[in-house]
């Protein structure tokens, strides 16, 4: 029953973000380095017309380090 306390206060989407960031920063510089450059995403959409996509746009810049 207690292994499911954290269903109350989260969804699984967040518990899985904080424990994805916990592993993350356990690890050593140069490990946890390629680890959030895999984390990072980018969302892009698109408009189509007829059948065809237009241009593809960022909803957010990606930060560059």
């Known amino acids: 029953m207690s292994g499911a306390i954290w269903r109350q206060h989260f969804t699984?989407?967040?518990?899985s973000q904080i424990a994805a960031?916990?592993?993350r920063q356990s690890l050593v510089e140069a490990e946890r380095l390629k680890a959030d450059?895999?984390?990072?995403?980018?969302l892009k959409?698109?408009?189509?017309?007829?059948?065809?996509g237009g241009?593809?746009?960022?909803?957010?810049?990606p930060k560059d380090n």
Do not use: I, L, M
Not at 37 to 42: E, F, Q
Not at 45 to 52: I, L, R, T
Not at 55 to 61: A, E, G, I, M, S
């Open 12 to 15: 699984f989407n967040k518990y």
């Open 21 to 23: 960031r916990a592993v």
């Open 37 to 42: 450059k895999r984390g990072s995403t980018v």
């Open 45 to 52: 959409y698109q408009k189509w017309e007829n059948g065809q």
């Open 55 to 61: 241009t593809q746009v960022p909803f957010n810049q």
